[in-house]
Each structure stands twice: as structure tokens, then as C-alpha cells.
Nanobody, 121 residues
């Protein structure tokens, strides 16, 4: 079992640029693809960005494209979500998700407990 831990959330002013780490303390998760999701109050969980195991392939949702960047440092067992030009509508709990693939099949999946990001206007 891999425990993912998100941090870096809090109250941010609109236009701010926090960086959210997702760490796997004590475990190597360089074989996992990692995704960020978010869930705003009263809304369903929404995909934000993903990165493959090596960091060579990334993809962002249209809602954050051009503003958020996902990256990883496998030596530190950490994936990052750099958030720029934040808007009040980015307010949500942000979740880190790690997926272990075998080919195209999902072998296992892990979630963090989330970190709250609140953007004030």
C-alpha cells in the first residue's frame, strides 16, 4: 500500500501561485503515473492534470491549461502541481492519485487525503 500525502494548500489571493507537493514518504512511487483531481463544494471530483512515471508525458484539463503545471522528482518521491494565476473558481480540495499500470491495465490505485485550496477574490 502506498500512502500519498498532499500539502501546500491554504488561503491564497486571486492571481497567486502556490505549489502543491504530493509525496509518498518512505516509498518509491517512480513506477506510478500520478494525477491531480479537485473537488469543489457541491460538485463532482474533477480531473486536473496527469504525469506518467518518468515525467516525460503530461496532460492538463482545459480548465487549467496554461495556468497549472504538473511535474515530478522521482529522487524525492514527489509530484508537484504548480498553480499560477489562481481564480476563485479554483477553490477546491485537491487530491493526488497514483496509478500502477501493467500495460494499459490498472493494477492498483492510491489516493491522498487531499489539501484545501481557497482562493479569495
Amino acid at each position: 500500500q502506498v500512502q500519498l500525502v498532499e500539502s501546500g494548500g491554504g488561503l491564497v489571493q486571486a492571481g497567486g501561485s502556490p505549489k502543491l507537493p504530493c509525496a509518498a514518504p518512505g516509498r518509491t512511487f517512480s513506477t506510478l503515473s500520478v494525477r491531480w483531481f479537485r473537488q469543489a463544494p457541491g460538485k463532482e471530483r474533477e480531473f486536473v492534470a496527469r504525469i506518467n512515471w518518468s515525467g516525460g508525458t503530461t496532460y492538463n484539463s482545459d480548465s487549467v491549461k496554461g495556468r497549472f503545471t504538473i511535474s515530478r522528482d522521482n529522487a524525492k518521491n514527489t509530484v508537484y502541481l504548480q498553480m499560477n494565476s489562481l481564480k476563485p473558481e479554483d477553490t477546491a480540495v485537491y487530491y493526488c492519485n497514483g496509478v500502477l499500470y501493467s500495460g494499459i491495465s490498472v493494477v492498483d490505485e492510491y489516493w491522498g487525503q487531499g489539501t484545501q485550496v481557497t482562493v479569495s477574490s
